[in-house]
Structures are given as C-alpha cells and as structure tokens.
C-alpha cells in the first residue's frame, strides 16, 4: 500500500499512534501472516503423509488388508473416507506432494518477498509449478517475472490490486479498477 508523504507523517504522530493503537494492529497483523506461512507449511507436510497413506493403500499388503477386512474403495473413496476431502482437493493434494522442493522453495521465497500479503494456498502453488513444467514463465526458463510496481487499493467493495512485473505485464485483479486509477493519478503531481 502507498501512502502520501503527509499521510505517512500523520501515523507517525504520537498521538495518532496512540490513538489507533497502530502498534497492536502491526503485531496482530503480523500474527496473521505469519498463522497464514505456517498453515501452507502444515498443508505441504500434510500433503507427504497423503502420499505415503494412499502408496501403502495401493500397495500389496494394503489392498490385503482391506480385503481381509472385506472393504472395497476405490481411490475416491479412500480420500474421501479417510481424510474427508473430496476427490479434487485429495488429487491436489498428491500432486502437491510430488513436485520437486526446487519448485516449493522458489514458490515459498516468492511469496515471502511480497510480504504479509503474499497468499500462499495449495491451488496457487500447484499453478505456479504447472508455470515451471510448462515453462510459460518469462524466457521459458522457470524462473517467474519479479514484480516492479504492486499496488493496493482498499475500497469499501473490496481490494483491487495492480501490479507490474518486469516484463512489462500487468496484472488486475478486483472490482474497483476504474476508481483505483482515477486515485493514483489525481494524486500524482507530474512536473
């Protein structure tokens, strides 16, 4: 988010602080994000106890079991009773497991660049790997375009953003674009 300098010397007066209470809202807010890292951290590690339960689930001794037991599933059914998901997030959860810790770690370190409103989530990864595989990002290389200009704008009907990477691509997401420029460009003092 970016602020006038005359806004950004308003918080900072004591007594607007204090009065806000911005610095219980920063350490929440931090709290927040940081809930956030460490839940996509708990669904990767999650997602290596998946694959080893459906790997023993197909296995020999596994498909023994359950028809010792006199229990047939079918894929579908073992995530779905086991886990309780439904067939697509069980599937992406397996995929999730499978790719190479080369590609989470540029995923994660991306998102930790764009700080605490980086969205980390399972679809998301599973998009930026698909990216890799098919080479699709800047040069075909797999290294994705670093982003140059981001900004927000926080709109009463919801958050639009708008960012530019640097390979000249601009990406908009959100409702408000028209009043989010509108913004930007009457508060600009070319010269």
């Not at 694959?51 to 059914?77: L, M, N, P």
């Not at 080369?102 to 930026?128: K, M, N, T």
């Amino acid at each position: 988010m970016s602020l006038l300098t005359i806004e950004r010397n308003f918080l900072k007066l004591p007594e607007v602080a204090t009065a806000l209470r911005l610095s219980e809202v920063r350490t929440i807010q931090r709290t927040i994000a940081n809930a956030k890292k460490k839940k996509f951290e708990q669904s990767l590690a999650l997602s290596q106890h998946v694959q080893s339960a459906f790997e023993w689930f197909k296995s020999e001794d596994g498909r023994a079991k359950f028809s010792e037991e006199g229990i047939v599933w079918t894929a579908e059914d073992f995530g779905l009773k086991v886990f309780g998901w439904q067939r697509s997030f069980f599937y992406k959860m397996l995929r999730v497991a499978s790719l190479p810790s080369e590609v989470v770690e540029r995923y994660s370190a991306q998102a930790d660049e764009q700080g605490e409103d980086a969205q980390r989530s399972i679809e998301e990864l599973l998009s930026y790997a698909k990216q890799v595989e098919e080479g699709s990002e800047e040069g075909g290389t797999g290294e994705r375009p670093q982003i140059i200009l981001s900004l927000v704008f926080n709109h009463p009907d919801g958050k639009t953003t708008i960012k530019i990477n640097d390979a000249g691509q601009v990406k908009i997401s959100g409702e408000n674009i028209r009043e989010a420029i509108q913004l930007l460009t009457s508060s600009i003092n070319l010269q």
